[in-house]
T-cell receptor, first 114, second 109 residues
């Protein structure tokens, strides 16, 4: 089935460690996105990518990094510079970063920093 | 940037009741989506509806773009409808959807 797969679903990290969250899609979508959600809050955009080897910062990019070496994959690294990394992270994709691109989400990764 | 306001912030219903959720936005939009976030956190697409009316089973949505609002109707609500409903819009030359803060729906058995 076509879809977006995020892994791991749950992750625990010690302070000072970098962690990488995986996001893979087989929808043949050009655009991919990472969002962060804190408890009781809406979604905030971290990074997005319109095409391979290109990505743009969203509203809260500080302390995060991404890469887009393949169309299907858009991993997110939460670095030790991110002051409050405990959150729910959602990956999404759309046909393109255009005015008509419907967004689809993965199941999310829940990161807890101990 | 565009502002998106959802109302009500919280809604508690008895199973079988109907409800209307509202999304107001401050500028013209090219894209509007409704999502349901289930208790496990997954965001499920409900409607892609920049204008007009759509129906899917017990759910329907209407967007009146000229008046800058969208409505999500849930009829004969079930406990599985519980969760948070988000509206998200894309405006002008923006490259990202802007999300509202959501409506928390609780359906009691």
């Amino acid at each position: 089935d076509g879809g977006i797969t995020q892994s791991p679903k749950y992750l625990f990290r010690k302070e000072g460690q970098n962690v990488t969250l995986s996001c893979e899609q087989n929808l043949n979508h050009d655009a991919m996105y990472w969002y962060r959600q804190d408890p009781g809050q809406g979604l905030r955009l971290i990074y997005y990518s319109q095409i391979v080897n290109d990505f743009q910062k969203g509203d809260i990019a500080e302390g995060y990094s991404v890469s887009r070496e393949k169309k299907e994959s858009f991993p997110l690294t939460v670095t030790s510079a991110q002051k409050n990394p405990t959150a729910f992270y959602l990956c999404a994709s759309s046909i393109g970063v255009s005015n008509t691109g419907e967004l689809f989400f993965g199941e999310g990764s829940r990161l807890t920093v101990l | 940037g565009i502002q998106v306001e959802q109302s009500p912030p919280d809604l508690i219903l008895q199973e079988g009741a109907n409800s209307t959720l509202r999304c107001n936005f401050s500028d013209s939009v090219n894209n509007l989506q409704w999502f349901h976030q289930n208790p496990w956190g997954q965001l499920i697409n409900l409607f892609y509806i920049p204008s007009g009316t759509k129906q899917n089973g017990r759910l329907s949505a209407t967007t009146v773009a000229t008046e800058r609002y969208s409505l999500l109707y849930i009829s004969s609500s079930q406990t599985t409808d519980s969760g948070v409903y988000f509206c998200a819009v894309l405006s002008g030359s923006a490259r990202q959807l802007t999300f509202g803060s959501g409506t928390q729906l609780t359906v009691l058995p």
